[in-house]
């Protein structure tokens, strides 16, 4: 029986294994390992691909955000706003830069951050708001700005799952004062380990977390006398960034091809009764969507989840099934009831360019026949 893993891990070597090792072993041969000329050359083109000024890599998005938080001075006793429906990641990195994470609800028509709720959770020690671009979409940033103006707020962007996506034209991550990206293997942009990307179009931040990522080192690597800032060591390792670049080359080529498969998943499950989608590729000229992921909602999702398996199909629930508002030995408990009817019903289909067009087939034949007996 055909069978379609959720995430194809080895298959992500496989795709270009012969090329994969050619860069290795180049880049091995010369000793490239730690900020090398790879690095630069992936930060310029990060830079140029999402429509930055500066980029600088770094050891996972994770850091990236917490360099951020650090260089835009957020202070103990500050609060950050942000959704519920995201990854805790962003919520420690706010929590270990000294500040509080606010989670609030989500917006039902693409279960991203509802600007209305950002609104009604500001309070005097509101400093910013950090929407996160969840599967691929980026957040209603009109609406975000112009509440952070209107309140005096940061904008800070955790892009780790949008990375190409776009608003009005403009790159997830370039929008606000800066934005985050993460090359986990199974991002959109994946290295073969962790590694993430810091952008911004402020110079100051910019060499701020430059020389925070490497013990507070200048641009010659070496820490000089009259050094004023503390740092840390989460460099993206040069390897990494050598995959990057050559990846970097076909990504858009990656992305169409998501769009491709979101666009058949869209076929196949619009007409379903009590369905909820995510907007399709060309639903709105405004968004261009990069489908990191696709999830929908369903009441029968565990029925449906389980057919999948019998079809040898792997699927996942996001984050465990909760959003970060249900943590509540972290401190961030809230109510946040449309939320928690997403993680109830919500699943994700396999999504990756390297998925045959057969083993697409056998996932839409397999929702028609759950879904058509119903």
Not at 31 to 36: A, H
Not at 111 to 118: E, R, T, V, Y
Request: glycine content about 10%; proline content about 4%; some cysteine.
């Amino acid at each position: 029986m055909m069978k379609v893993p959720f995430f194809d891990w080895a298959g992500l070597y496989a795709e270009k294994a012969d090329e994969f090792t050619r860069i290795f072993h180049e880049t091995a041969s010369r000793g490239g390992f730690i900020l090398q000329r790879d690095v630069e050359e992936f930060e310029e083109n990060l830079a140029r691909y999402v429509g930055a000024k500066y980029a600088v890599g770094v050891s996972d998005g994770t850091n990236a955000i917490l360099l951020g938080l650090r260089a835009s001075g957020i202070q103990p006793g500050d609060e950050i706003i942000i959704a519920g429906h995201s990854f805790i990641a962003a919520a420690q990195s706010i929590h270990f830069g000294g500040a509080t994470p606010v989670p609030v609800e989500l917006d039902e028509h693409d279960w991203l951050i509802a600007p209305d709720a950002i609104e009604a959770a500001i309070t005097p020690r509101t400093r910013a708001i950090m929407p996160v671009h969840v599967n691929g979409r980026v957040c209603r940033m009109d609406a975000i700005l112009d509440i952070a103006k209107r309140h005096g707020l940061e904008v800070f962007e955790d892009s780790a799952q949008a990375m190409g996506a776009k608003f009005d034209g403009q790159g997830a991550g370039t929008i606000g004062r800066w934005g985050t990206y993460s090359f986990y293997p199974s991002k959109t942009l994946g290295c073969f380990g962790d590694a993430g990307g810091f952008v911004t179009n402020d110079p100051d931040i910019y060499e701020r977390v430059r020389a925070m990522r490497n013990h507070g080192a200048n641009k010659e690597k070496s820490i000089p006398l009259d050094v004023d800032i503390w740092g840390t060591n989460c460099r993206m390792d040069n390897l990494h960034a050598a995959i990057l670049n050559f990846k970097l080359g076909y990504y858009d080529q990656a992305i169409a091809r998501r769009r491709e498969i979101a666009q058949r998943y869209h076929d196949a499950l619009k007409d379903v009764e009590d369905a909820r989608l995510p907007p399709a590729p060309d639903a709105d000229n405004r968004y261009f969507d990069i489908y990191q992921n696709y999830e929908f909602c369903h009441p029968e999702r565990d029925a449906l989840r389980k057919h999948l398996a019998d079809g040898n199909i792997g699927t996942i629930i996001q984050w465990g099934g909760f959003g970060i508002h249900q943590l509540k030995g972290l401190g961030m408990q809230r109510d946040l009831p449309k939320t928690d009817r997403f993680f109830r019903e919500s699943l994700l289909l396999p999504l990756n360019h390297i998925l045959s067009d057969e083993q697409v087939d056998h996932v839409v034949a397999s929702l028609h026949a759950f879904f058509g007996g119903r």
